[in-house]
C-alpha cells in the first residue's frame, strides 16, 4: 500500500507536536524535576513496566505496575528488581501525567549522579526545540525586512547591502559559533545563555534569507499590483506591508521549516562541547555530551535517547517542510 505524502506530513507533524507539547507541559509529563538526585541508585536500568491478564472466564488486564530496583553489586552497578511488592503506576494524579506511589518511576534509568533521564530529557526538550522556532524566527524576520527594504529600494542602499550579506555569508559559521561561544561567561544563568545563543545563531543566519527575499522583491516589485498601489498613492513602506510581504509569506513559512533543523544542531553541538547551555541546566546537546564515553555508550544505550529525539525531530521537521513546500507551490499542487 502506497502512503501518501500528506499522510506522511501528518504522522511527522504529529510527532512534533508531541515533542512540543511535552516540552511546555514538562513539569507534567516528567515523573520528577530535571534536577533531582538519588546518589544510592546511580546509573540505574529503566523501570520494567508489568501488565498481568487474570483469566477467569473472561480476560481482564490488570493496572500497569512497577517493582522496586535494589543496587545488588555496587561496583559494578548491577541491579536487581524485585517485584514481591507491585507499585501501581497512576495516571494524572499529584499533577503528574504517570505517579507511582512509594517507588522511583525512571522511564529511561538514571544518570550517574541518580537523576530521572527521561525526566532531563523532557526539560531539555524546551532548551533545543525552542532554540531552533525562536532562532529561525527572529532570523528569518531579520531577514524578510531587510531583504525586502533592500530589494524595493535599490541602488546605494541596495549595493551596501547586499555586500554586507556576502561578507556574512563568506563567514565560516560553525566557527564563528565556536569563537562567539567562548565569549560567553561560565558563571551566567542557563536563561541568560539561552538568550545569548538564540543573538548569535540569528546573527548569523540573517543574510541568506535577506538575500533570496531580495531577488523575489526585485521580480515582485515590477507587477501590476504593485504598480497599482503607486499610483493609488501608498508609501514604501505600505506597499512593502501590504503588498510584498504577504506574497512572501509562503516562501517564509517554508524556509523556517527547513531551516530549524540547522538551528537544533547548532545548538547541540555548541552544548555537547561544553559551550552551550552548561550543567546543571540541561539540553539534549548536553545530554548527548554523555554518549561520547564508549563504555558508558555499552553498559548505558539509554543516554542515547536525547541524540534519537535530535534526528527524529530533524526527519519530522523536514517532511513536513517538504510537504509544505510542495502544497504551497502553485506549479506543484499535491
Known amino acids: 500500500m502506497k502512503i501518501s505524502r500528506k499522510s506522511t506530513a501528518l504522522a511527522a507533524g504529529t510527532v512534533l507536536a508531541l515533542f512540543y507539547l511535552s516540552a511546555i ?39 500497569p505496575y512497577i517493582g522496586r530496583y535494589v543496587l545488588a553489586d555496587i561496583h559494578s552497578e548491577t541491579y536487581k528488581e524485585i517485584t514481591t511488592t507491585r507499585y501501581p503506576i497512576e495516571f494524572f494524579t499529584h499533577g503528574k501525567l504517570l505517579y507511582v506511589r512509594g517507588a522511583p518511576l525512571h522511564l529511561l534509568g538514571t544518570d550517574a549522579l541518580g537523576r530521572d533521564y527521561f525526566s532531563r530529557l523532557v ?12 532562532g529561525a524566527g527572529i532570523s528569518f524576520a531579520l531577514g524578510i525586512i531587510i531583504g525586502t527594504f533592500s530589494g524595493y529600494i ?25 569563537t562567539l561561544a567562548v565569549i560567553i561567561p561560565p558563571g551566567v ?3 541568560t545563555t539561552f538568550l545569548l545563543i538564540i543573538m548569535i545563531l540569528s546573527f548569523i543566519g540573517w543574510a541568506g534569507f535577506a538575500r533570496v527575499i531580495r531577488g523575489m522583491v526585485l521580480s515582485l516589485k515590477e507587477r501590476d499590483f504593485v504598480n497599482a498601489s503607486k499610483a ?33 544542531i547548532s545548538e547541540s553541538a555548541l552544548s555537547m562541547l561544553g559551550l552551550g547551555i552548561r550543567e546543571p541546566d540541561v539540553s539534549w546537546g548536553n545530554m548527548l555530551s554523555e554518549a561520547t564515553n564508549v563504555e558508558a555508550l555499552t ?20 517532511i513536513v517542510g517538504d510537504y509544505l513546500r510542495s502544497a504551497l507551490d502553485p506549479h506543484d499542487r499535491i
Open 189 to 191: 544563568g542557563s536563561g
Open 25 to 63: 507541559f514538562a513539569p507534567v509529563v516528567a515523573p520528577s524535576s530535571y534536577l533531582t538526585q538519588n546518589r544510592a541508585f546511580p546509573d540505574e536500568p529503566p523501570t520494567a513496566i508489568h501488565i498481568t491478564i487474570r483469566r477467569d472466564g473472561t480476560t481482564v488486564l490488570t493496572r
Open 123 to 134: 526539560y531539555g526538550g524546551r532548551i533545543s526545540l525552542f532554540i531552533g522556532l525562536i
Open 232 to 264: 493609488y498613492g501608498d508609501s514604501t513602506w505600505g506597499i512593502i506591508r501590504k503588498q510584498l510581504v504577504p506574497n512572501l509569506m509562503s516562501y517564509t513559512i517554508v524556509s523556517i521549516t527547513l531551516s530549524i533543523p540547522g538551528y537544533i
Open 154 to 178: 535599490g541602488g546605494i542602499v541596495d549595493t551596501s547591502i547586499m555586500r554586507l550579506t556576502e561578507i556574512m555569508m563568506s563567514l565560516p559559521t560553525f566557527y564563528l559559533l565556536l
Open 299 to 318: 553498559t548505558r544505550p539509554w543516554i542515547l535517547a536525547s541524540g534519537v529525539c535530535i534526528v527524529v525531530t530533524i526527519i519530522c521537521l523536514n
